[in-house]
């Protein structure tokens, strides 16, 4: 079993629509959480961290939920512009675990 | 604005090859990483180094070694290039300490393709 698993998608949803990717980790001693935002043929680039009180930048919302092991994105109001992979970053320093990722395309 | 730099951004290589893929950061940062990507896989860490000549195996390291004789440089070496070395390869580099220890900045990447 992989230590952080994501749906790999793809998630083909329309201009505005709600979306939520979920990542679940399978260790418990696991420190801090990221999500990371990578454009095709780029470099992944940090999106946010991820607090067990949850945190908002714009249309962005991730949660952690400890007790159950998973990590949540949540974008609202989809651009076009936010169509990529998400990776899911699970830290346990001095490892670092990325999950495959789940590509995400938003058409008009 | 951090900048992470890679040598190059394709190589093409033969089998038994030596290939030196190099990064080199602008940030004084402590920690660097060496990443490879491959489909469905995710990232994989190869090596990383918490300090100068400082070095630790990560959870792929067989094949491959590093090198890290300044601070802002880490080089990344396939001793004998295999096939299935072929992938991209992604520096990364992070402070060791203070608010943003976890946030890894990262490089354009290398897409080695050996043949």
């Known amino acids: 079993r992989k230590e952080v698993e994501q749906d790999p998608g793809p998630f083909n949803v329309p201009e505005g629509a709600t979306v939520a990717f979920n990542c679940t980790y399978s260790?418990?001693?696991?420190?801090?959480f990221f999500w990371y935002r990578q454009d095709c043929r780029k470099e992944p680039k940090l999106l946010m961290s991820v607090y067990s009180s949850g945190n908002e930048d714009g249309r962005f919302t991730a949660q952690l939920n400890r007790a159950s092991q998973y990590i949540s994105l949540l974008i609202r109001d989809s651009k076009l512009s936010d169509s990529a992979t998400y990776l899911c970053?699970?830290?346990?320093?001095?490892?670092?675990?990325f999950g495959a990722g789940t590509r995400l395309t938003v058409k008009p | 604005d951090v900048k992470v730099t890679q040598s190059s951004r394709y190589l093409v290589k033969r089998t038994g090859e030596k290939v030196f893929l190099e990064c080199v950061q602008d940030m004084d940062h402590e920690n660097m990483f060496w990443y490879r990507q491959d489909p469905g896989l995710g990232l994989r860490l190869i090596y990383f180094?918490?300090?100068?000549?400082?070095?630790e195996k990560g959870d792929i390291p067989e094949g491959y070694s590093v090198s890290r004789e300044k601070k802002e440089r880490f080089s990344l070496i396939l001793e004998s290039a295999s096939t299935n070395q072929t992938s991209m390869y992604l520096c990364?580099?992070?402070?060791?300490?203070?608010?943003?220890?976890?946030?890894?900045?990262f490089g354009p990447g290398t897409r080695l393709t050996v043949l």
């Open positions: 260790n418990s001693a696991s420190q801090s």
């Open positions: 180094s918490y300090d100068v000549k400082m070095k």
């Open positions: 990364a580099s992070s402070f060791a300490a203070g608010p943003r220890t976890d946030t890894q900045y």
């Open positions: 970053v699970v830290n346990r320093l001095p490892r670092v675990r």
